[in-house]
């Protein structure tokens, strides 16, 4: 931890300001350097900030302010400065080049981030919930990830891994009394906090795909036959001309993607290439990339041209159901303003999975809009105030795992110390979600995904 790490905290651009952070054990001293102020930073008290200028061989760069932190009462636990200069590219990178000079580093992705883990300023899991009020895309995910950076999760994984050690050690401690046939704690008693928390393990793994949502979107692939009114509806939802729309098949050669809001959820929409027979190299490849975008998908919406008929698309959509049978599929008549009203009149009702609408004219458009928003909040609902990541799955799925072979153990009479070995596999494994117990590779690994200056 030698190394003093410096780096823009802020978004690279044009902007009101610009933060550029410097974290060690020299950061007071390197800040000072190249600050003019009232007073020195060796002077500053913690969780103060400074006006002045920023100078580099008596050049004036810029006027800033200056918050101080001392260790260890900082996000990093060392020494931190954070620097708020003009906003802009070449003021930012020219003060980060003056802190270098001064003997600071680059930092790198995560790193300051992962200074505070090391130093137990935050656990795993706080960690993890940062980078996902970062990249949260939706104000429900962000404000779950807010909550868990509080530490609750932490605290109830941590309750439940000290309830397991105690029982291991109880259960080990039973074997230097076996001649005594002393019994320190009542089996059904272990067996029914071990099957607690199997099923708290098992029920937060299976909330995986609900985190997933809440963290990247509700991913929604709009597909059909070529001039089915695809695009048309992937602008009227976006309420802006977006994909190119054209009387000619085959327009939309690859995926079109963007982002809309539906009550605090973020809705991932995709226009995708008619789905024909085609020699049309180019066309083939779109259409590759549609199962790509379907296989993804949470739900996949059917456009059909009801003015050619009410079941042209009912082979396209009856296939799409059998080979995305984890995607829920609904079936949109479209061009309904193509169809005389007596025409409309006698066709068969709709069905529970299907809407009549006009893409062109609006028609049935909050109706849809309104199962959007019911599909996506019904995706959602497993989530228990956590949001699991694939890493917490995993983890969560091993030590459910292991109490399950603890319980079989035990119904099975076997001895202590192979009960107890379930039990303490599981404990290490709880503490790897908390990062109680970690390995290099592991937070290599996550701290990757995080933006430099984080």
């Not at 802190?99 to 680059?106: F, R």
């Not at 272990?190 to 509700?218: H, M, P, Q, V, W």
């Not at 079936?331 to 709709?350: A, F, G, R, W, Y």
């Not at 609902?381 to 799925?397: E, F, G, S």
Request: proline letters at 2%; a negative charge; aromatic letters at 6%.
């Amino acid at each position: 931890m030698a190394r003093t790490i410096t780096a823009l905290a802020t978004p690279p651009g044009v902007g009101g300001i610009a933060v550029i952070r410097i974290s060690g054990d020299d950061a007071i001293s390197i800040a000072d350097s190249c600050f003019s102020g009232k007073i020195s930073f060796f002077e500053a008290k913690s969780h103060t900030i400074h006006y002045g200028t920023l100078q580099f061989n008596d050049r004036i760069i810029d006027t800033v302010t200056a918050a101080v932190f001392l260790s260890p009462n900082s996000y990093t636990g060392e020494d931190v400065v954070e620097i708020s200069c003009h906003g802009g590219m070449v003021v930012a990178s020219e003060i980060i080049e003056i802190l270098i000079a001064n003997g600071a580093v680059q930092a790198e992705a995560g790193e300051f981030t992962k200074r505070a883990f090391l130093n137990g300023k935050l656990d795993l899991i706080q960690v993890e919930a940062v980078a996902d009020i970062i990249h949260s895309l939706s104000i429900p995910g962000c404000l779950t990830a807010a909550r868990q950076l509080t530490g609750e999760f932490t605290a109830r994984l941590k309750g439940l891994r000290e309830k397991l050690l105690d029982i291991a050690s109880l259960l080990e401690l039973e074997l230097d009394f076996s001649e005594e046939d002393i019994e320190f704690i009542n089996r059904e008693n272990i067996k029914s906090l071990i099957k607690e928390t199997r099923d708290y393990c098992n029920d937060l793994a299976d909330s995986f795909k609900s985190a997933e949502i809440l963290r990247s979107g509700f991913f929604v692939a709009i597909a059909g036959y070529p001039n089915s009114g695809k695009s048309t509806l992937f602008n009227t939802l976006l309420q802006r001309k977006r994909a190119i729309v054209s009387e000619i098949p085959g327009t939309t050669r690859d995926y079109l993607e963007e982002m809309i809001y539906i009550n605090g959820i973020a809705i991932r929409l995709t226009d995708t290439a008619g789905l024909r027979p085609t020699e049309n190299i180019i066309e083939i490849e779109g259409i590759k990339l549609v199962e790509t975008v379907l296989e993804h998908s949470d739900l996949i919406l059917i456009i059909n041209d009801i003015s050619i008929s009410p079941g042209h698309s009912d082979k396209l959509f009856n296939s799409i159901k059998t080979k995305y049978p984890n995607s829920k599929v609904y079936l949109l008549q479209n061009k309904i303003d193509n169809v005389d009203s007596d025409k409309l009149d006698t066709m068969p009702p709709e069905t529970v999975n299907e809407i009549r609408i006009s893409a062109k004219k609006g028609i049935g458009i909050d109706t849809l809009k309104e199962v959007l928003e019911k599909k996506a909040s019904q995706s959602i609902d497993r989530t228990k105030d956590i949001l699991v990541n694939q890493r917490h799955a995993l983890l969560l799925r091993q030590s459910a795992s292991d109490l399950s072979d603890a319980l079989t153990a035990i119904e099975s009479k076997l001895e202590n110390e192979i009960i107890a070995i379930d039990i303490r596999s599981t404990a290490k494994t709880l503490g790897e979600i908390t990062g109680d117990t970690w390995d290099e590779d592991v937070l290599n690994n996550i701290f990757s995904r995080f933006c430099i200056g984080k």
